[in-house]
C-alpha cells in the first residue's frame, strides 16, 4: 500500500469518528439543548481563536495551499482543483437551493426566551445553514494537505484542525451540529472520489 493511501486510510477513520461523535450528540439532543450546552462554554479568549480558525478554513488556507501546488508542480494539483470546484457547487447548490430555507440558529431561535453569547462584531447569517460551507472546505483542504504530508501522525493533527473549524461554526452560532456533519462529507466525499478517479498508478499499488 503507497504512503499517500496509507494516509486515506487514517483521515476516514478521523472522518468517521467525527461523524459518529457529531450524529450521537444530534440525535441525543433537540435543537435547543444542543445548542445551548456548546453556547455555554464561552470565553473572550474563546471568541478570538474561534474566529481566527473559521475565518482561514474557507478561502484563505485553500488558496494558500493551491499555491503551494502550483509552487511544487504537484501530480495533486489538478485533482484539486477539480475536487474545489465540484465540493463548492455541491454545498452552494444545497444551501441556495434544496435547503435554501433552512434556517441558522439566531433566527431559528428568534423570539424565544433565551439569552445567547454571540462574539461581538461578528455578522450573524440567518440562512442558508445547511450545510456547513466552511466546514466542508476545511475536510475538503484537509484531506488534500494529509496527501502532500504523507504522515499518519501530522494527518491526525490535520484532522483535529478540521474538527475545530466544525466546532468553531456551532460556537459562534453560524451553523447548527448536523450542518457540520453534512458539510465534512461533502467535502471529504467529492475529495475521495475525485482523488481515485486520477489517481496516478503508483498510488493504487
Known sequence: MSPRNKVVICYLSGLIFFEVVVLTYVFSFDRLDQMSLINSFHSPEADFLFKIISSGAEITIPILFLGYLIWKKSDLLKSYVIAYIFSTLIVQFLKLIVFKDALRPLAYFKGQEHSWHIVQNLLISEYNSMPSGHTSAAWFMCFWISLVVKKPFL????????ILVAYSRVYLFQHFPVDTAVGAMIGTSVSLLVY??????????
Open 155 to 162: 494527518t491526525r493533527l490535520i484532522i483535529f484542525y478540521a
Open 196 to 205: 481515485y478517479l486520477n489517481v496516478s498508478k503508483s498510488d493504487i499499488k
